[in-house]
């Protein structure tokens, strides 16, 4: 029986991953098929599951990262600190049981693919968004030694409001890593309402959207001389670590 592998979340449309898996699996003459699974809602996840015997792993992508976690048996370390999974196992016994279990690979992504880009004076972030990925954005950040502040539209606790990026603290928060959804096909048009005339070249604009290439975020901060980078080698890393998740 060929291995499936999938992809759950709502929207699907705006996904590289089953283009991803289906190239890797060609290429390497593995007898396996990627499917998107997209779903209005988390209820028929364990149908699926059940229904679909072949089925050995789920990558998990917005707006369920952290919805998933109760569908859980089971959580890895790291996707239990972080509070977010993108990488569910399916383990199925000889019993017939199915034991499932989270795991976290978008820090693993994100913090390769940003590391390299790292200049003197990024020692703080503005994090954009409070949803799943931005969790594991803030424990790559720490693990790079950068202190992390979230942004949201809703000012609460320790999360600034978009109302409060100053210029004082655009100044001294050089990396701005967008983790919302605005500015994703088809939705091109929108961006983060941040002070775009506050960015420098001194500036890393960081966007988690790939598609398109090149978002209206981006567009504006590179306008500002600032280097930027999108989702896309994050996307590729973080499945990269999901393959060797589901083949451990």
């Given at each position: ?24 699996f ?8 990627y ?127 978009y ?22 096909y ?7 309402d ?27 901060a ?10 896309l080698?994050?996307l ?13």
């Open positions: 029986m060929k291995r499936l592998y999938g992809l759950v979340g709502y929207p699907l449309g705006h996904s590289f991953s089953r283009a991803f898996f289906q190239a890797k060609e290429h390497e003459g593995i007898a396996a098929t499917e998107n699974f997209e779903m209005p809602d988390l209820s028929g996840l364990h149908r699926l599951i059940t229904n679909r015997p072949e089925l050995c792993g789920l990558n998990v992508t917005i707006p369920y990262k952290t919805e998933v976690i109760p569908l859980l048996d089971e959580l890895d370390s790291q996707a239990c600190e972080i509070g977010a999974v993108n990488v569910i196992r399916i383990m199925r016994r000889a019993d017939g049981r199915i034991w499932l279990k989270g795991y976290n690979s978008d820090i693993i992504g994100f913090t390769q693919s940003i590391a390299p880009l790292l200049a003197d004076g990024m020692t703080r972030a503005l994090i954009l968004g409070t949803g799943g990925a931005s969790k594991a954005v803030c424990a790559g950040l720490k693990s790079l030694h950068i202190t992390p502040t979230f942004v949201s539209r809703q000012r609460r606790g320790d999360i600034i409001g109302d409060d990026l100053s210029p004082e603290v655009m100044d001294s928060h050089r990396i701005v890593v967008n983790t919302t959804p605005l500015g994703m088809p939705h091109t048009e929108y961006c983060p941040i002070p775009y005339d506050r960015l420098t070249p001194n500036h890393l604009c960081y966007d988690l959207v790939y598609n398109p290439e090149t978002t209206l975020f981006l567009k504006r590179a306008q500002q001389g600032c280097a930027t980078k999108n989702g080698e994050m590729h890393r973080q499945a990269l670590a999901a393959w060797k998740i589901w083949n451990e």
